[in-house]
């Protein structure tokens, strides 16, 4: 196939471009711009895809299975089984994780409370964060000073804080907390760490949307509950998972409710949610974007096949001599054809992939003036030079065809 | 042996009914192996249009037509094509070489489309260039060419594929008439080498050359004549 008719065809189509330069440019342009505005799209929304999954990167990770408190529509009395349900509470969170201990690589436990918060530089009413097993590390967060509670601080509701940056800020504006004494509410507890400034902007023009993250005052869920939250039960009202494999995640998923129900009398007053099951969601419907952006690279390649046609009817006039002394030495229809296809294909691929330098080209400009950085996912490369290359195929058939029939004889008296 | 050419009450009408223009209209031609033959008549005579139809260019109205044994005058479109390829070599007035491909590569192209191998093409076209006297012009474009050298790669190119017979039309009409003797004088050397060839003109002193003039009138063979 590579060594005959073939390879003979491609060299010709590559000598016929290059002598027809402004020409071959002219016929390509359709292809170039049609492969640059859909990869320029794509880009677009894989960039935005890649941020977005940065966020929840950010965020503590997909691979988690939140639980959080919901509430149950009531109607008349609650029943007795009502009345008798706990809720959301420490002891769920530790059988969970016993239903398969494999699958569970982490859990986090959030008990929230307000109270009024005192150091010798500020006096404010604040949210104070209870929080319990891995919490930092499911929620994103990283100690920058100081240290994490350790277990048995939980286990004994210590007297502990760790703070965010803001929250350093304001209650010990010199810096310098850890080891410092704040008193929460009627409790004296002492800072024994302080994490790292959370910062995390969507577009770079865009506000810190990690700002509140900062505001954090976390202390033992044990502490929260004995001292704040009067709450024999250990009530939570946050639980989450760290589950790294997929398949165990919907398992654990479908156990874990069952486990929820049975102990909550039955009552379905807990939502589940799957962040990285819920984001791949999100993002399939984000590819509505994909599709317009898609449609406008169509209706681009469409107006250049077209141009592209006429350019090719026209030229085929010049060339109907040629045609016709490759007929009458011997040339069949077919092979004639395949000679006007295999131009017209080589045009579209060279011209296909100037259209993806352009391409990146506009990516890097528009990604660039609305502050996410550029990412192009291989699949966006392929999909539009696959696409251009189908409709440099079918545009490039009528001239082929045209000049497939024509008659030996008519071709060669033609002036 | 049956003759290169034989045909039969071959007839070629263009257009219908009322406007039909009879362009030939019966001829009965028969063509022996090695001839040499001159195919002569005034513009409008009908002589381009046989020349087409045996060239397999056309096909006829009516009539039969066997080119080497083979009847051809029902044969598709491939088909003729493949006849063309293998058993025709063509010579034209305005030489009709590729502009874009060298003079070897426009040597090859028959042997392309026959299917011989890239070596085994290249080697031939240099023998072919050589038989025509310019071997040393392989690489070159045909613009770089005198006429008479562009009409010399023509009959190399017409040459690719051995074929039985060699169809020239006015192949001497483009040029001067030294160069124009000197291609003639080629043709003699392939019609001594045994080659079948004829030889379309207006010209007679051209037709001449020929062991044998047919001349076309009104689409009839008016006179045959053999040297």
Redesign the interface.
């Known amino acids: 196939m590579f060594d005959g008719a073939f390879r003979e065809r491609v060299l010709n189509s590559w000598v016929e471009m290059r002598e027809n330069l402004t020409r071959s440019v002219l016929q390509s342009l359709g292809v170039i711009l049609g492969v640059a505005s859909v990869l320029g799209g794509m880009s677009i929304s894989d960039s935005m895809r890649k941020r977005s999954m940065e966020l929840y990167v950010r965020m503590g990770g997909l691979d988690k299975l939140n639980v959080r408190q919901s509430a149950v529509v009531r109607e008349g009395a609650p029943t007795a089984l009502q009345m008798a349900n706990l809720g959301l509470r420490t002891a769920d969170a530790a059988e969970g994780e016993g239903m398969d201990t494999s699958a569970v690589s982490g859990i986090s436990l959030r008990k929230d409370a307000r109270a009024r918060v005192r150091s010798p530089y500020a006096d404010q009413e604040r949210e104070i964060r209870g929080i319990g097993g891995d919490f930092l590390a499911l929620d994103g967060y990283e100690v920058d000073q100081g240290r994490d509670f350790s277990a048995h601080d939980i286990d004994t509701a210590a007297p502990i804080a760790i703070l965010g940056t803001e929250a350093v800020a304001v209650f010990f504006p010199n810096g310098d907390a850890v080891g410092r004494t704040l008193r929460i509410g009627d409790t004296q507890v002492q800072v024994v760490g302080v994490l790292k400034e959370r910062v995390f902007r969507f577009r770079s023009s865009n506000g810190n949307m990690f700002r509140w993250r900062n505001r954090i005052i976390a202390l033992p869920t044990t502490l929260v509950a004995r001292r704040f939250e009067g709450d024999q039960y250990h009530r939570v009202d946050r639980m989450a998972f760290r589950i790294r494999n997929l398949d165990a995640m919907a398992k654990f998923t479908k156990g874990l409710s069952s486990l929820l129900k049975a102990n909550h009398r039955q009552q379905v007053d807990f939502r589940l949610d799957d962040v990285g099951a819920r984001v791949r969601k999100q993002q399939s419907q984000g590819n509505v974007y994909d599709v317009i952006f898609m449609l406008s690279g169509f209706l681009s390649l469409i107006g250049g096949g077209i141009v592209n046609v006429n350019i090719q009817m026209a030229t085929l006039k010049e060339r109907i001599r040629e045609v016709g002394v490759k007929m009458a030495i011997g040339a069949p229809g077919r092979e004639v054809f395949k000679e006007f296809m295999t131009e017209a294909l080589l045009l579209t691929a060279v011209g296909s992939l100037a259209g993806l330098v352009i391409g990146v080209g506009f990516s890097k400009i528009i990604t660039a003036s609305i502050g996410v950085p550029l990412h192009i996912d291989p699949k966006s490369f392929v999909s539009a030079y696959a696409l251009a290359a189908v409709f440099g195929f079918v545009f490039a058939l009528f001239p082929a065809w045209k000049a497939s029939r024509l008659s030996p004889m008519e071709a060669l008296r033609y002036e | 042996m049956h003759p290169i050419i034989d045909t039969h009450g071959l007839t070629k009408t263009y257009g219908s009914n009322g406007a039909a223009v009879h362009a030939l209209r019966g001829i009965d031609l028969t063509i022996e192996r090695g001839e040499f033959v001159a195919l002569i008549g005034p513009s409008g005579s009908g002589k381009s249009t046989l020349m ?1 139809i045996l ?1 397999c ?2 096909k006829p109205t009516e009539g039969t037509y066997a080119l080497d044994g083979e009847r051809v005058e029902g044969l598709s ?2 088909e003729l ?2 006849i ?3 058993k025709i070599g ?1 010579v ?1 007035q305005q030489y ?3 502009p ?2 060298s003079v070897v590569r426009n040597v090859e ?2 042997m ?4 011989v ?2 070596r085994e093409r290249r080697q031939r076209a240099q023998e072919l260039l050589e038989r025509v006297g310019i071997p040393e012009k392989a690489k070159v474009l045909p613009a770089a060419l005198s006429g008479g050298q562009r009409q010399r790669v023509a009959v190399a ?2 040459l690719a ?1 051995r074929p039985a017979l060699l169809l020239a039309d006015e192949p001497t009409g483009a040029l001067d008439s030294k160069t124009g003797h000197e291609v003639l004088e080629l043709f003699a050397d392939l019609h001594r080498q045994g080659n079948t060839i004829i030889i379309v003109t207006h010209d007679l002193s051209i037709a001449a050359m020929a062991q044998r003039q047919v001349e076309i009138h009104d689409g009839l063979i008016k006179i045959e004549e053999a040297a």
């Open positions: 087409a060239g260019l056309d479109g491939r094509a493949q063309r390829n293998d063509f034209f009709n070489l590729l874009k491909a192209l028959p392309l489309y026959a299917g191998g890239r190119r017409a594929n």
